[in-house]
């Protein structure tokens, strides 16, 4: 590679040679005649031009079963990450089927990058495209060089299933094969119901794809019924699951000593995360299919080959779960490929739906189909692309995947067959519980198995617990130790155990707390046994004989659930004026906040009169804590519950939560369920709280009501998340939820959780329970009252029944769009209507805008004038008297009407603060902008939608304006012509930049706009917005709304390209749970002489969804140069302080990167 010294910078010469070899399958038909091209990518969205592969080391390219080499130059873009392959359907025989390809930088020799296609580039064929795009997976010159594999294979425990015969493997990968192995390690190999291990050396052949096994029919029994075989490539890392599951013998089955096994999962964790498959096969008359099927599975920018899903036989309205690995870039899929070979006796197939779960990404996405994949029904094809049902999405927090190594004592009696389940710790929380997949070898005495789990991220582990199921009072386990791997991190951690998990060995627990060890750890948590004392009541009927269980929690996380079982004092345990001990054990807790104890209502006398529980360390290295309950746990006793949550004495220091709860406005929003709420803090979590009291409604949660209920808790610390749900029962049980909102008065914050959807099982995905994040988050210090005052006019039809909304704009900002609700008929004709509104100090009042969006029949309004009182004082409820207040007085004198369909059109004005006598308060006067719009000279350059504009100036913004009626034309924003309009709006100083955007309404709404001129009148400017762009959902960048800045002076510039620049700006959304954003995202970059105003963050080149947890979004924005950048940028309406900026200048040949940070955090 060439260098060039530039200035003090040495660069590269940005050109490579590259070395192509293309295999061309081995089909009938297979070859091309087309001319084929290749374009190579990068990272950072590098890319080589479209390169032509015409000169082949063969006379003529592209035949059937044939290997092409090709040296091409092209750009040098660093490490590939993948290919774009297509033809140009050219020829007599142009259909191509493209079995794999390797790529060389001939810069950098010793890497090659290889990927398999195995599909058709044909208009008649396949899924009829000529192009695809393909993963590239990259080898170094290692590849020469021997390899481990080991091999163990499990023969079946079916009678006479071991076989005398000689075994022999061979094994195919995708860049080489071996020659037929001997399995022997000189013993009595493949015995019924055994395993065999071996360990065999040969060349790497890459990722396998198959293996051949076989058998010589030799010796006194040699039929063999093999299980599965379990491959592990050492130095990769990966293994490989062999199903088979049936005969290989002259005398069974079909008679075949060999088969072709094909790997259930192939575990490149860190290419391939783990996606879930559910398939849902039809309720129709043979419905289910022998054929060997198969799906692709398409992302953004690229696809997976096929992935054949080989395990299960896809019965009439059954359902299957399969386990694949895909590239991690698919997530969330654009389309879903389904198809079958066509073999077997019963090949038609139909299938319902398909639903995929990528536990990475943790969405969920459902693929209707109902249709036939069979060669003799509908449409006869057998395969098809299925497009999401956006509906039925689930979203739920992402996950990281991870190896267990779980090892079992080599003890008698040792192993298990029970269902063990994990639950980890870390310094992010913990996860949900995780149960190891079972089978009848799994977790034998002396044995290590091995697991692969998707685990929620918890940050730095602390601790594992590990517990059997109690369904079996006779299971047992020999617990050595268990081993996990973060394959995102790589980091490796070890718990030690050494002890029995059961009913009847050791302290008969069945549940195991064990601290975490690893390089990230510089000192382990200890073990600690708490002693926990229970004082039963001396209340008649005190005492209980149901099961007790209690959940400790401290500091680092709690006990989880444990059944107080062996009292150490009574063999009759929790009786009237009782006290009972227990010894718990755990990892340690420090210091303990709280418990949860209850019981299960079973037995005769199950109610429950607890006094108090005392919780301490046997070590007495901490003091003890004490749990005042006094109350009955009993259904027909106190408030029915048999579950209390208790606070230790030295945090009782409760506080009073308010809960509104917005029910929806729409056709049986209201529900007769029981609701309930689970708030997740900072320092603590509540339980799942019955909403059973609250207001003096008595029908709650009623369609378009507002319950408001008062929780007294512990302090819960900032609020990061709820749980709401209900119980599903009784007739009308679904429920449409609009909003919750939650104040803290103690910190004087109040949070905002919008959901807008079904809690119903018949409705969208069918949830009942729902898991939301903050809205929006309000620091109420920061709240102050206004009395607002609306005077409807006194005019025939001046009254509305459209939702009107004010926003109040200050000194120091404006308050969001408010929606003016009131319990009685508000905005009659000549009716006073009075409101109440908390909202931001904004400040002086320097102008309001009020309207309202509807175009129904009964929207006109006519207002005559508003009232804007604003307190300066304490809000209401901190007001010692009535007279402690100081109030100022804004009027508004409007006399206009608010109507789509008459006199101007406008629904939405904007109004500055006056006298009664509508004398002007301010020195804001409204000035008369003359706007030019300029359609371009293409074809269909003219829309028929509403168009909206929005001037910003030094001072403030004019607000949203339609433009209805053109001075010049009456067929508005047609192809090449002129619209003059007049925008009236209070003085904006210099201008900066328009907001200009369409409804896409109309038959033809896409819209060519050139440019926009404004004249401001009063200083006779001329200000010029050039956009030369189409504002369209199917043209173009697909962008209906566009920011466009503003050029000053007296003649155009010949390109106003000379005074821009394009600023690449990647954000970084932290991985912390909710750090995601809906906000409205805008930047402000600083300069030597200026900044760029506020720049918009709409459109992300790497995400449809831009701001999720763990994104990096690109955006591209055209913006004025502000010369060299200050180490300062401004950014507003971020939920989440977690973002990493990072700037790319393109205008420059060396590419500049500067990091920032926030201001303020």
């Known amino acids: 590679m060439n260098f060039i010294l530039q200035g003090h910078f040495l660069l590269y010469d940005l050109e490579t040679s590259y070395e192509v070899i293309v295999y061309t399958g081995d089909k009938r038909g297979a070859g091309t005649d087309s001319q084929v091209y290749i374009t190579l990518f990068g990272n950072n969205g590098k890319r080589t031009e479209k390169i032509h592969l015409k000169k082949s080391n063969n006379k003529d390219p592209f035949e059937r079963n044939q290997v092409d080499k090709f040296c091409v130059n092209g750009d040098y873009i660093g490490e590939l990450t993948k290919l774009h392959i297509e033809h140009d359907n050219t020829g007599r025989l142009s259909g191509w089927f493209l079995d794999q390809i390797i790529v060389t930088d001939l810069s950098d020799p010793e890497t090659t990058y290889f990927t398999t296609c195995n599909q058709w580039l044909a208009k008649d064929e396949g899924d009829g495209q000529i192009f695809r795009d393909l993963i590239l997976s990259k080898q170094s010159s290692g590849i020469k060089q021997d390899n481990q594999y080991k091999i163990t294979v499990y023969t079946g425990s079916q009678k006479d299933a071991g076989t005398d015969a000689d075994v022999f493997i061979t094994l195919y990968g995708d860049v080489g094969e071996t020659d037929a192995i001997k399995l022997d390690n000189r013993n009595n190999n493949f015995e019924a119901g055994k395993k065999d291990d071996f360990t065999i050396e040969c060349p790497t052949i890459g990722e396998l794809n198959q293996i051949l096994i076989a058998h010589n029919n030799q010796g006194f029994a040699p039929s063999w019924f093999l299980d599965r075989i379990l491959i592990e490539d050492v130095n990769a890392h990966h293994i490989y699951e062999f199903p088979c599951n049936r005969w290989l013998a002259k005398t069974e089955d079909d008679k075949q000593i060999a088969r072709f096994l094909y790997p259930k999962i192939s575990t490149d964790h860190e290419k391939h995360p783990t996606t879930t498959m559910h398939t849902d096969d039809g309720d129709k008359i043979n419905a289910g299919t022998d054929s060997r099927v198969y799906i692709i599975i398409h992302g953004k920018d690229s696809s997976s080959s096929q992935i054949f899903l080989n395990d299960k036989k896809f019965e009439k ?122 089978n009848s070898d799994t977790l034998q005495q002396g044995h290590c198995d091995q697991f692969k789990v998707d685990i929620n991220d918890v940050g730095i582990p602390y601790k594992l617990r590990v517990s059997l199921n109690d369904k079996n009072l006779s299971t047992s386990w020999h617990l050595d130790q268990i081993e996990m791997d973060n394959l995102k991190t790589n980091q490796e951690y070890i718990f030690h155990c050494g002890r029995w998990l059961s009913k009847t060995e050791d302290d008969k627990q069945i549940i195991r707390e064990l601290p975490a060890e690893g390089s990230k750890i510089s000192r382990p948590l200890p073990i600690v046994k708490y002693i926990v004392d229970v004082y039963t009541g001396n209340k008649t009927g005190a005492g209980t004989d149901a099961n007790v269980f209690i959940n400790i929690y401290g500091e680092y996380g709690d006990t989880g659930v444990r059944l107080l079982e062996y009292s150490l004092q009574n063999k009759n345990k929790f009786e009237k004026n009782q006290v009972d001990t227990f010894i718990i054990e755990a990892v340690l807790l420090k210091q303990i906040r709280k418990i949860q104890i209850g019981h299960d209502g079973t037995g005769v006398g199950s109610g429950w009169f607890l006094n108090k529980v005392v919780v301490r360390s046997d070590d007495g290295h901490y003091e003890p804590v004490t749990f005042i309950c006094n109350r009955w746990l009993a259904v027909d006793e106190d408030d029915g519950h048999i579950v209390r949550e208790l606070m230790a004495t030295q945090h009782l220091n409760r506080t009073i939560y308010n809960v509104k ?207 804007i009182q604003r307190y300066l004082s304490k809000p209401f409820d901190k007001r010692k008297r009535v007279s402690d207040v100081n109030v100022e007085e804004y009027w508004f004198v409007c006399q206009q009407w608010f109507d789509s369909d008459q006199h101007d059109k406008q629904t939405i004005r904007e109004l500055l603060p006056t006298n009664e006598n509508e004398n002007v308060l301010s020195n804001q006067k409204k000035i008369t902008y003359l706007v030019h719009v300029f359609t371009g000279d293409k074809s269909g350059a003219g829309t028929d939608a509403s168009v909206f504009l929005t001037i910003y100036g030094q001072y403030e913004d004019s607000g949203e304006h339609q433009l209805t009626k053109s001075k010049t034309n009456i067929n508005k924003f047609e192809r090449k012509q002129e619209d003059i309009f007049e925008v009236k709006a209070p003085a904006l100083g210099k201008l900066t930049k328009i907001k200009i955007r369409h409804d896409s309404t109309g038959m033809a709404s896409a819209w060519y706009l050139d440019r926009i001129e404004i004249v401001d009148p009063e200083i006779g400017v001329r200000y010029h917005f050039i956009c030369e762009k189409w504002l369209a959902v199917d043209i173009g960048d697909r ?123």
Request: hydrophobic share 35%; proline share 3%.
């Open 317 to 438: 309205n059954s359902v299957d779960k399969f386990t694949i690995y895909a590239p991690n870039n698919l997530s969330p899929l654009t389309a879903l490929d389904v198809g079958h070979d066509n073999s077997g006796f019963a090949s038609g197939w139909y299938l319902d739906k398909a639903i995929i779960e990528c536990p990475i990404t943790g969405i969920k996405q459902t693929f209707p189909c109902n249709n036939w994949l069979a060669d003799d029904e509908g449409d006869k094809l057998t395969e098809r692309r299925l497009k999401e049902d956006l509906s039925l999405r689930k979203i739920h927090r992402p996950s990281m995947p991870w190896h267990i190594w779980v090892y079992t004592s080599d003890k008698k009696g040792a192993s298990t067959n029970a269902q063990v389940i994990l639950v980890l710790y870390g310094d992010n929380g913990r996860s949900r519980n995780i149960k190891l997949q079972r």
């Open 661 to 867: 709860i917005k029910t929806g406005d729409i056709f049986q929003a209201g529900t007769d369920a029981n609701v309930y709420l689970k708030i997740f803090g900072e320092k603590d979590t509540t339980d799942k709280i019955q909403l059973t009291t609250g207001n003096s409604t008595k029908n709650k949660f009623e369609r378009g009501q507002i319950n408001s209920f008062k929780l007294k808790c512990y302090d819960l610390g900032k609020i990061e998340r709820i749980l709401i749900g209900h119980n599903g029962k009784n007739l009308g049980a679904g429920w449409f939820l609009d909003w919750i909102e939650i104040e803290a008065p103690n910190c004087r914050e109040l949070y905002r959780f919008v959901c807008y959807r079904w809690l119903d099982k018949n409705e969208g995905d069918g949830k009942i329970e729902l898991d939301l994040i903050p809205s929006d988050v309000t620091n109420k210090t920061s709240l102050i009252l206004y009395e607002i005052t609306v005077f409807t006019g006194d005019k025939v039809g001046a009254g509305t029944d459209a939702k009107v909304f004010i926003q109040i704009c200050g000194l120091y900002g404006k308050t969001e769009e408010i929606i003016l609700k009131s319990k009685s008929d508000a905005f009659e004709r000549k009716s006073v209507d009075k409101f109440k509104i908390e909202a931001p100090d904004i400040g002086q009042i320097e102008k309001i805008r009020i309207g309202h969006h509807s175009e129904n029949f009964a929207s006109a309004w006519y207002l005559e004038k508003v009232l």
């Open 1039 to 1161: 962008m209906i709304s566009r920011e466009i800045l503003a050029f000053e002076n007296k003649v155009l510039p010949a390109s106003t390209r000379h005074q821009t620049t394009t600023y690449r700006i990647n954000v970084i959304t932290s991985n912390k749970f909710g750090s995601g954003t809906d906000a409205n995202v805008y930047i402000i970059i600083f300069g030597e002489h200026e900044d760029t105003g506020k720049l918009p963050l709409v459109k992300s080149k790497t995400h449809k969804d831009p701001f999720e947890k763990g994104h990096r979004d690109l955006f591209e924005i055209e913006a004025i140069d502000i010369g060299q950048l200050k180490k300062r940028l401004s950014i507003n309406k971020i939920l989440s302080k977690n973002y990493l900026i990072v700037f790319f200048f393109l205008y420059e040949l060396v590419m500049i990167t500067h990091i920032f940070y926030p201001i303020g955090g």
